[in-house]
């Protein structure tokens, strides 16, 4: 931190720190760390076989263990809000007109950035 900028962050368990956890205060905090910290784009290659697929079906899995099926994708590619210290993995399974869904591919390789990459400069006010 330079000067007298602190992070959100800091702000946040400041809050905490002098407040306690009343209810707004902790409605508050748990709005703040909802929000994600990077949106990420992850695309895939259309199968080249098989009927034409018309959506897909994404599942995000969070720490190797929350798994997540996002509403359905219309095109190969989607924005992924990920957190400081999380790591995610994704796959995808496409859906044809009919709306049968294919097999998933394979999990992607882990994602995510380390606690200690340093925050985007918007989230410190800059």
Known sequence: MNGNKISPLVRVFLVVAVLGAATGVTAL???????PDLMVPVSWAAPTDGTAVVSYVVEVEVNGRDIETLDPVSTEEFMLPIKYGQKYRVRVAGVDAQNVQGPFSSWSAPYGTE???PPPAALLGQ
């Open 29 to 35: 905090i748990l709005k703040y760390l909802d929000e």
């Open 115 to 117: 606690i200690t990459d």
